[in-house]
């Protein structure tokens, strides 16, 4: 039997509403890739559309975890990090990319969306946050994300694919060869996900239909269909596209059944499509 792929996703965990570990287990699995959790934080809910939300903070479990896959000998193939729920857990991600220096490092640059950041994300997070990013092979901000990294006004304005290129460039001299940003309205009148890869100087565009209704979840799933897809040997638009395709997938489904967006996309009616490992060719360069 072939050796899997094992990738240690350091993210939080929410009961209720399909988004960070409790979609990013599923979509790799589909593909073929073990996930080990690593949990930064516990909630009953995720943080829109159910009120007040009980949050176990998971940052002294962390190094804790760590410690024991050193001394177990446990290695992995990607750490892959999203949201944070504390300044420390910056520094306990490091480590982690420190320990396995073998291991494909994606960073899921959790901040913010709609232009504004999230309610649990300070100056000072976000400041860290940028440490992350400077130590990431591949992030996969959205647009907000990108902007905050950037230190920029977050554009109102669809973008002009010059605009775009010079901020991916930008993003990628902080660290990261590959940079993908999720979620852009071109000045063309398309809705795109756009990726630079700084090793072959190449930029792409990939682009997708806009259904009406915000789905929690989603970018993780996104993240997550990209990262496996580098690990099994795709290129970066291959992987944007099968990313890309899936999501909307699932979001169009989800949006036909008529299901409470607060509950994130119906992940389990659209699972089989991704098991098939169908090749997506829909994007073009930027």
């Not at 304005?157 to 991916?168: G, V």
Request: charged letters at 20%; proline letters at 5%; hydrophobic letters at 40%.
């Amino acid at each position: 039997m072939s050796e899997l792929k094992r990738v240690a996703a350091i993210h939080d965990l929410s009961g209720v509403g399909r988004c960070s570990l409790s979609v990013i287990f599923p979509t790799l699995s589909a593909l073929g890739i073990q996930v080990c959790a690593v949990p930064t934080a516990l909630l009953s809910t995720h943080t829109s559309g159910f009120g007040d939300v009980v949050l176990e903070d998971m940052t002294e479990y962390i190094p804790k975890a760590l410690a024991h896959y050193i001394s177990s000998g446990i290695d992995f193939d990607c750490i892959y990090s999203g949201f944070l729920a504390s300044e420390i857990q910056v520094t306990h991600c490091l480590e982690f990319m420190e320990s396995f220096k073998n291991a494909l490092r994606v960073v899921d640059p959790v901040m913010g969306d709609g232009g504004k950041k999230y309610r649990t994300y300070n100056d000072d997070l976000c400041r860290r946050m940028g440490e992350l990013v400077a130590a990431a092979d591949i992030i996969t901000p959205n647009l907000t994300e990108a902007s905050i990294l950037l230190g920029t006004e977050y554009p109102t304005a669809p973008m002009q694919a010059s605009e775009l290129k010079k901020a991916l460039v930008k993003l990628s001299s902080k660290g990261p060869e590959t940079v993908v940003i999720t979620g852009v309205e071109m000045a063309d009148g398309e809705i795109c996900n756009v990726g630079f890869d700084s090793e072959h100087n190449a930029f792409w565009r990939v682009p997708y239909e806009m259904i009406p209704r915000n789905y929690p979840g989603t970018g993780d799933i996104f993240a997550s269909i990209l990262t496996g897809g580098i690990l099994l040997g795709d290129s970066l638009p291959i992987a944007m596209s099968r990313a890309t395709a899936f999501c909307e997938y699932a979001i169009k489904t989800t949006f036909g059944y008529g299901a409470p967006a607060r509950e994130g996309v119906m992940l389990e009616k659209c699972l089989p499509m991704l098991a098939e490992k169908r090749s997506f060719t829909d994007y073009r360069p930027l």
